[in-house]
């Protein structure tokens, strides 16, 4: 069964520059294995590719329960020139919530 | 000297933030010391623009407000104040703070650090670290500022000053300056600093790990955001912080808040650059000890690094900007017309050029909202251009709109930004030399 990731993790949008940050946390840490395993670099980038066109990388925080991916050259050119709506990309934490993973 | 805790409240986390909240900490928040931090990247280029054109100004567009309201309370509970409101002229900044002293009556001292301007030691061929193409093929550059640390603030600190003001220095160090003051923790310790730096990190955006921008009504409640409060961090000897805010103040701190605070704007949890130290943040522990308490430990590092960021502010051209709205049967259709009439006319004029549907598109694509149907759609248009001649162009075309474009279209609004664009690059840190200066009020 495919589960949103909104209903099962949280996070926040960072940005540097023309970096864009987005963190992935559970609310119940019994989840963290699952989105370790689902949600990975590859299936970011499928699932915002109109968005992240550069390199992603991912942390894995184990002590943390959480996950924070480095998405580069996704914010066209970062928040000073960028002459999109959301110049930081703050908005886009709830963006990678729209993921759809399997749980089972 | 001597204690074994110190109470620290951070009460902006950034230039507009709400002024209140910084009152109520100052009132009732028992602390030693108020941290307010204003000064984002972009902040500092704009200042240093505002300083161009009056050389008594470039600080803190809001510095004479809050400190108007907050110098009595600071002087009558012996809190010292640390900010950066200072943002490109720090000694101005300064002197408008006696100013008020002496119009309040109130006899303080003001200990300005400074030194942060390198705009007359940048090498123009030195390479951003964003695109990687030398500075000398940034059209017109407008500044040019060093993050500065702990040592540059400690000095400061050092003297009998009740407010210490600087310009460009990492947010962290604000916070983590006077706990190395306050517990003489030796500067080699990069586990101190480290752990050190978390605390600072956790706190410098004040409201958001007390509940602000992480509520969510369904998923995620805070109460009482209205009158949120901004945190109060009681820190240890042994680095250890337990951050909570003020009782009947509003908002929210736990595990969750805190993890998406700590994990905010960071390129690598392993290895956080600032200039005191390369901090560790990933095995930092938060346990909730109480109702909006949490307790920090587990922060490590490395030695500092022997360059320090240096943000490069230049003039990148104009935003022209147009909006109008559509609302009932096929207002998605008659927007997307819109769009596409605008497009037409005047996208080839534009350096860069964008149609967004607010609604539907405008923050996450189409891709995501492809099957939704708003009742009401607002078509946004932006351009971008050097020529000060396209700058308005983009909102008149879109007001137009009402005589040419789609049926029903309404509430038109129209916008020219002037965009200042930023860069960095890494300066060794031996060529930047901190300055202290003190300034005393009658």
């Known amino acids: 069964m495919k589960t949103k990731l909104s209903k099962i993790a949280h996070g926040r949008a960072g940005d540097k520059g023309n970096t864009l940050l987005l963190s992935l946390i559970p609310y119940d840490p019994i989840n963290f294995e699952k989105l370790v395993k689902n949600v990975t670099e590859e299936s970011v980038k499928a699932h915002l590719s109109h968005q992240l066109k550069g390199e992603i990388k991912r942390f894995v925080l184990p002590e943390l329960k959480a996950i924070q991916f480095i998405c580069q050259d996704s914010l066209g050119t970062g928040v000073t020139t960028s002459i999109a709506?959301?110049?930081?990309?703050?908005?886009?934490?709830?963006?990678?919530?729209?993921?759809?993973?399997?749980?089972? | 000297m001597g204690k074994e805790k110190i109470r620290i409240g951070c009460g902006a986390g950034f230039s507009g933030d709400r002024l209140e909240p910084s009152e109520i900490l100052a009132e009732k928040g028992n602390l030693d010391y108020l941290v307010l931090e204003c000064l984002a990247e972009r902040t500092i280029s704009l200042a240093q623009k505002r300083k161009k054109e009056n050389p008594l100004l470039g600080y803190d567009p809001l510095l004479e407000r809050r400190i108007k309201r907050l110098l009595p309370i600071l002087i009558k509970n012996k809190v010292r104040l640390i900010t950066n409101m200072g943002a490109a002229n720090p000694l101005e900044g300064g002197k408008k703070i006696i100013e008020i002293a002496d119009q309040l009556g109130l006899r303080i001292k003001v200990a300005i650090v400074h030194g942060d301007d390198v705009f007359n030691q940048l090498n123009r061929e030195e390479k951003t670290l964003e695109s990687g193409v030398p500075l000398s093929s940034y059209s017109s550059?407008?500044?040019?500022?060093?993050?500065?640390?702990?040592?540059?603030?400690?000095?400061?600190?050092?003297?009998?000053?009740?407010?210490?003001?600087?310009?460009?220095?990492?947010?962290?160090?604000?916070?983590?300056?006077?706990?190395?003051?306050?517990?003489?923790?030796?500067?080699?310790?990069?586990?101190?600093?480290?752990?050190?730096?978390?605390?600072?990190?956790?706190?410098?955006?004040?409201?958001q790990i007390t509940g602000g921008y992480f509520a969510d009504p369904?998923?995620?409640?805070?109460?009482?955001?209205?009158?949120?409060?901004?945190?109060?961090?009681?820190?240890?000897?042994?680095?250890?912080?337990?951050?909570?805010?003020?009782?009947?103040?509003?908002?929210?701190?736990?595990?969750?808040?805190?993890?998406?605070?700590?994990?905010?704007?960071?390129?690598d949890p392993f290895a956080y650059y600032t200039p005191d130290v390369i901090a560790d943040f990933s095995k930092v522990q938060i346990?909730?000890?109480?109702?909006?308490?949490?307790?920090?430990?587990?922060?490590?590092?490395?030695?500092?690094?022997?360059?320090?960021?240096?943000?490069?502010?230049?003039?990148?051209?104009?935003?022209?900007?147009?909006?109008?709205?559509?609302?009932?049967?096929?207002?998605?259709?008659r927007a997307f017309l819109a769009g596409e009439i605008i497009e037409k006319r005047i996208s080839k004029a534009f350096d860069e050029f964008r149609v967004d549907y607010?609604?539907?598109?405008?923050?996450?694509?189409?891709?995501?909202?492809?099957?939704?149907?708003?009742?009401?759609?607002?078509?946004?248009?932006?351009?971008?251009?050097?020529?000060?001649?396209?700058?308005?162009?983009?909102?008149?075309?879109?007001?137009?709109?009402?005589?040419?474009?789609?049926?029903?279209?309404?509430?038109?609004?129209?916008?020219?930004?002037?965009?200042?664009?930023?860069?960095?690059i890494l300066m060794d840190r031996d060529l930047i030399s901190p300055k202290l200066t003190l300034l005393e009020s009658n």
């Open chain 2, 218 to 267: 369904v998923v995620k409640p805070v109460p009482d955001m209205d009158i949120l409060g901004h945190p109060i961090l009681e820190v240890s000897k042994d680095g250890t912080g337990i951050i909570r805010k003020v009782d009947g103040t509003g908002g929210l701190i736990n595990t969750q808040t805190a993890k998406e605070q700590l994990l905010y704007e960071v390129l």
């Open chain 2, 287 to 333: 346990e909730e000890i109480g109702k909006n308490q949490i307790r920090i430990s587990g922060g490590n590092g490395k030695p500092a690094p022997q360059t320090l960021k240096v943000s490069v502010g230049y003039d990148a051209g104009y935003l022209s900007e147009g909006e109008i709205s559509y609302a009932g049967a096929n207002a998605k259709e």
């Open chain 2, 141 to 207: 550059i407008v500044s040019a500022n060093a993050y500065l640390g702990i040592d540059a603030i400690i000095p400061a600190l050092e003297t009998d000053a009740d407010i210490i003001l600087t310009g460009r220095v990492a947010d962290p160090s604000l916070f983590l300056a006077p706990i190395v003051n306050e517990f003489g923790w030796d500067l080699m310790n990069s586990t101190l600093l480290g752990q050190g730096t978390v605390l600072g990190h956790l706190m410098e955006c004040a409201g």
């Open chain 1, 85 to 104: 709506m959301d110049t930081h990309g703050k908005s886009l934490s709830y963006a990678l919530l729209e993921m759809e993973i399997d749980l089972n």
């Open chain 2, 358 to 424: 607010i609604g539907v598109s405008s923050l996450h694509g189409l891709e995501l909202s492809k099957d939704s149907t708003p009742y009401e759609v607002r078509l946004r248009v932006a351009g971008k251009t050097q020529d000060p001649a396209l700058s308005t162009l983009v909102g008149e075309e879109v007001e137009a709109l009402y005589t040419n474009g789609p049926a029903g279209g309404g509430g038109a609004r129209k916008y020219t930004h002037q965009l200042m664009g930023v860069v960095s």
